[in-house]
């Protein structure tokens, strides 16, 4: 994650078919593999009364190589941006069943599961990471705005395309389309649909 003041995440993502092309690109303009491709799983927890959600916030524990545990939430001073800003707190832990057995104790269980396959690349002072989701292909860029919007521009990315919505209100606005019987998002239950993310995309 890169440096922010005051804990701030700033970053947009784009819908990008062809991860392998891009990559490529991403490699000529000078980008550096900062972590090899690793398959994630993410675990959102609430309240029984999904008090997170209706507060904005979201409470995460991710398996990767490691054991990460996120909190996100809306700034008190939101600062005015054309990219999505949020405030996070991560910490790495030691076991993911024994945090998630002490949120279960605390009143919090989980709500929804998500998958990716995330490669992680540095360019200048950006973060760009290519996420390879069941329903789709995205690149995330995280940084400072002018930063992203400077990567953004060279590597010929149409900035209006960009996307401020979080995978899981991708995800919602897909089961809506398609009446989908399941909230997770995972690769066993997307295996034999035949959906996109461009179909609200479009």
Known sequence: MASQPQNLEVEVKFCVPDLAAFRQR????GAVL?????????VAFDTADSR??????????????????TYKGTPAHLPHSEAKVREELEVTVSDFDTLAEIFARLGFAPVVVYEKYRETFT????EIVLDELPYGNFIELEGDEGGIKTAVAHLNLNWQNRILTNYLGLMAQLKARHNLPFNDLTFTNFANL?????????
């Open 123 to 126: 360019w200048q002072d950006v």
């Open 52 to 69: 997170l959600f209706q507060e904005l916030k979201l409470l995460r524990l991710r398996q990767d190589t490691a054991v990460t545990l």
């Open 34 to 42: 900062s972590k090899p491709r690793v398959f994630e799983k993410n």
């Open 26 to 29: 991403l490699l000529a303009a």
């Open 194 to 202: 035949h959906v996109s993310i461009t179909d609200i995309l479009r």
